[in-house]
């Protein structure tokens, strides 16, 4: 893959973080580069005023600045903007931020030298990578805050990541061997200017969202087996006179989860007419979540390609000062899918509880001494308060603007919240699934000697090769947490 030239998907990201070597720079790419780097030099040199280059910043915008000064300008800028707060984000949210903004400098629109964007690739190759804080940017004019947390260390100063562990910067410099680097007109504005600090949430989100997508419908087929519900709201002719993409694929996902299951068998003699929505409405349900995740990672790799630093120099005659920065193209869909994964919760907390009433040969609370035992009871608390903490952090973070940089900035996107609710989101529901798997799972052994499908005893051994059966209570909430680990480590098979 070659920087600034190659398009990226959100896949080749996530590569590029286990595989720094996967991507490089291209002649071409460091052509672009140089011609860029070049046009701002002739604008330094000549008597064009241009925001950044040769001003101050934000409302000292109408402050014209030397060529003698414009190195101690971009200094300046950075150690002033490093005002993140609240703990680190995590190590590959920071490579990810690298990788992005590697991409989008090298597209030779930002001014930036080749020394600096070769300084982040040995960074990246080496694994040393730099301590960002998880708050402090309002998404507009860029994620500052962060975005100079990113470059503090090509400066010397701030703190990395080698391994595991965080070390003063200027240690780690001199362990290698490097210097600091001085930035030169444009390339303090050209670093912190943009959305990585969105962009890598909305990456590392999909990534986990795409799989429990997939996890949840599993999950449901499980449920819907432990239930002995029905598989015809999943036919195919049903959905195909609502076709939408997310329904569609799902419903065909269900009918193969439950194929040759000898619970569905039973169940075409029963008298029940009609299953709960939770139970019968999955293909819509999901399906919705589904769409959303569609259209963030649409909207996400468009921006992953894209050039949003400020100003945008064209040449060394043209440059303009737009809003490329501003985060409101990847906020709102943020906001969008973070209600789509926790509405994947909402359904399947529904789908728990159904499972503990103790109807269609099911004993109440999944347990067959309850009142001694209290079963699967209290797990059930533990997901709707998960559910209900969801709830709360789906209002859109996007819906909000508080005027910064005095009345300069005044309509920002708050995107940077966005993306830190959206993997909280994700990461409770999770948990809440870890419940529905468990309870799921109970269920089935009730309804032995009948088979399930292939694939969901394949999944219901995994489960039980961390998890015993309940017969009597016990600390539970370990193998929840057994249960959450599977998940996070990806040990189900939730694809064909």
Same mark, same amino acid.
């Given at each position: 893959?070659?920087?600034?030239?190659?398009?990226?998907?959100?896949?080749?990201?996530?590569?590029?973080?286990?595989?720094?070597?996967?991507?490089?720079?291209?002649?071409?790419?460091?052509?672009?580069?140089?011609?860029?780097?070049?046009?701002?030099?002739?604008?330094?040199?000549?008597?064009?005023?241009?925001?950044?280059?040769?001003?101050?910043?934000?409302?000292?915008?109408?402050?014209?600045?030397?060529?003698?000064?414009?190195?101690?300008?971009?200094?300046?800028?950075?150690?002033?903007?490093?005002?993140?707060?609240?703990?680190?984000?995590?190590?590959?949210?920071?490579?990810?931020?690298?990788?992005?903004?590697?991409?989008?400098?090298?597209?030779?629109?930002?001014?930036?030298?080749?020394?600096?964007?070769?300084?982040?690739?040995?960074?990246?190759?080496?694994?040393?990578?730099?301590?960002?804080?998880?708050?402090?940017?309002?998404?507009?004019?860029?994620?500052?805050?962060?975005?100079?947390?990113?470059?503090?260390?090509?400066?010397?100063?701030?703190?990395?990541?080698?391994?595991?562990?965080?070390?003063?910067?200027?240690?780690?410099?001199?362990?290698?061997?490097?210097?600091?680097?001085?930035?030169?007109?444009?390339?303090?504005?050209?670093?912190?200017?943009?959305?990585?600090?969105?962009?890598?949430?909305?990456?590392?989100?999909?990534?986990?969202?795409?799989?429990?997508?997939?996890?949840?419908?599993?999950?449901?087929?499980?449920?819907?087996?432990?239930?002995?519900?029905?598989?015809?709201?999943?036919?195919?002719?049903?959905?195909?006179?609502?076709?939408?993409?997310?329904?569609?694929?799902?419903?065909?996902?269900?009918?193969?989860?439950?194929?040759?299951?000898?619970?569905?068998?039973?169940?075409?003699?029963?008298?029940?007419?009609?299953?709960?929505?939770?139970?019968?409405? !999955?293909?819509? !349900?999901?399906?919705?979540?589904?769409?959303?995740?569609?259209?963030?990672?649409?909207?996400?790799?468009?921006?992953?390609?894209?050039?949003?630093?400020?100003?945008?120099?064209?040449?060394?005659?043209?440059?303009?000062?737009?809003?490329?920065?501003?985060?409101?193209?990847?906020?709102?869909?943020?906001?969008?899918?973070?209600?789509?994964?926790?509405?994947?919760?909402?359904?399947?907390?529904?789908?728990?509880?159904?499972?503990?009433?103790?109807?269609?040969?099911?004993?109440?609370?999944?347990?067959?001494?309850?009142?001694?035992?209290?079963?699967?009871?209290?797990?059930?608390?533990?997901?709707?308060?998960?559910?209900?903490?969801?709830?709360?952090?789906?209002?859109?973070?996007?819906?909000?603007?508080?005027?910064?940089?005095?009345?300069?900035?005044?309509?920002?996107?708050?995107?940077?919240?966005?993306?830190?609710?959206?993997?909280?989101?994700?990461?409770?529901?999770?948990?809440?699934?870890?419940?529905?798997?468990?309870?799921?799972?109970?269920?089935?052994?009730?309804?032995?000697?009948?088979?399930?499908?292939?694939?969901?005893?394949?999944?219901?051994?995994?489960?039980?090769?961390?998890?015993?059966?309940?017969?009597?209570?016990?600390?539970?909430?370990?193998?929840?947490?057994?249960?959450?680990?599977?998940?996070?480590?990806?040990?189900? !098979?939730?694809?064909?």
């Amino acid at each position: 893959m070659i920087y600034g030239i190659d398009t990226f998907s959100f896949h080749d990201v996530l590569e590029i973080c286990k595989t720094p070597n996967k991507a490089m720079l291209s002649e071409a790419a460091k052509n672009q580069i140089i011609k860029s780097q070049n046009n701002v030099k002739q604008i330094v040199e000549s008597d064009q005023c241009v925001y950044g280059i040769n001003t101050g910043f934000g409302p000292l915008c109408d402050t014209k600045i030397s060529a003698e000064e414009t190195a101690q300008l971009q200094f300046n800028l950075i150690i002033s903007h490093a005002v993140g707060v609240g703990k680190p984000i995590d190590k590959e949210f920071s490579k990810i931020m690298m990788i992005a903004k590697v991409h989008a400098l090298s597209k030779g629109f930002s001014g930036v030298s080749l020394e600096v964007i070769e300084r982040f690739i040995l960074m990246l190759e080496k694994d040393i990578i730099p301590v960002v804080p998880e708050q402090g940017s309002v998404g507009a004019s860029g994620d500052l805050a962060p975005l100079s947390h990113l470059v503090l260390p090509l400066l010397g100063l701030g703190q990395v990541w080698v391994g595991n562990e965080i070390f003063e910067t200027a240690e780690i410099l001199e362990k290698n061997n490097l210097e600091p680097l001085v930035l030169g007109p444009k390339e303090g504005l050209g670093l912190i200017n943009g959305t990585q600090f969105i962009l890598a949430h909305a990456i590392k989100g999909l990534e986990k969202f795409e799989y429990l997508l997939d996890l949840a419908d599993m999950t449901a087929a499980m449920s819907l087996e432990a239930y002995r519900g029905s598989a015809s709201p999943f036919k195919k002719e049903l959905h195909d006179i609502r076709p939408f993409e997310g329904s569609k694929k799902v419903a065909a996902r269900m009918l193969k989860f439950l194929k040759n299951s000898d619970n569905l068998k039973a169940h075409e003699y029963c008298d029940r007419v009609q299953d709960p929505y939770s139970m019968r409405c !999955v293909p819509q !349900v999901h399906g919705a979540s589904r769409n959303a995740f569609e259209h963030l990672k649409l909207l996400t790799e468009i921006e992953l390609n894209s050039v949003t630093d400020n100003p945008i120099v064209l040449s060394a005659e043209e440059s303009i000062s737009g809003g490329n920065f501003h985060g409101q193209l990847l906020a709102m869909p943020l906001d969008y899918a973070t209600l789509a994964a926790a509405e994947l919760g909402n359904i399947s907390d529904r789908r728990s509880y159904l499972l503990l009433e103790g109807k269609y040969g099911l004993p109440r609370l999944l347990t067959e001494s309850s009142g001694l035992n209290s079963g699967f009871m209290i797990p059930q608390y533990t997901g709707a308060a998960l559910v209900t903490e969801n709830k709360t952090l789906c209002f859109p973070a996007s819906a909000d603007s508080i005027p910064t940089s005095l009345g300069q900035e005044d309509h920002v996107s708050m995107g940077s919240i966005s993306g830190r609710k959206f993997n909280q989101v994700l990461g409770n529901l999770v948990n809440i699934l870890a419940v529905e798997l468990m309870f799921a799972a109970q269920g089935l052994e009730f309804r032995r000697p009948a088979k399930c499908s292939k694939i969901i005893e394949e999944n219901h051994a995994i489960l039980r090769s961390k998890v015993a059966k309940l017969e009597d209570d016990r600390l539970i909430g370990k193998d929840m947490l057994a249960i959450a680990q599977l998940i996070n480590e990806r040990k189900f !098979v939730v694809n064909f």
